[in-house]
């Protein structure tokens, strides 16, 4: 046996520490340093207190109708060309309500943005859509279709 290979009996619990009983070991401060309010006894400090400051609970905005920058951000469903491609369902025009149909969009209210990626063969309308990349437009008037 090597001293690293040594473990405790099972069942041992070491003893607890006495403190504040004289200046042997955690005699006369018990751990708690000098003086100050968390070495007095009684009363302990709040949770988030900040010494007197005005506390980051009342500091932050707190007034109905405080917006933050990120709710103000319009938020847009985007797709791409590929995802008109694979899908059979659209094969002349895509609108909202195709989409919605179809289980990409929750509302007719959403914004919906169209990106370039993939490639395009069908002659597809689009219309009611939001927004359009370049690369987008470019494929979609390639392939023969048209943006209304």
Known sequence: MKLHELTRSKGFKAKSRQLGRGDASKGNYSGKGLKGQKARAGKTIRPFFEGGQTPITMRMPKAKGFKRYYKLVDT????NVAVFEKDDRF?????????????????????????GNGELT???????????????????????????
């Open 91 to 115: 094969s002349s025009e895509v609108t909202k309500e195709l989409l919605k149909q179809a289980g990409y969009i929750k509302t007719t209210d959403a914004l919906v943005k169209i990106l």
């Open 122 to 148: 069908k002659a597809l309308t689009f219309t009611g859509m939001d927004k359009f990349t370049t690369s987008a437009k470019e494929k979609i008037e390639k392939a023969g279709g048209k943006i209304a």
């Open 76 to 79: 847009y469903e985007v797709f």
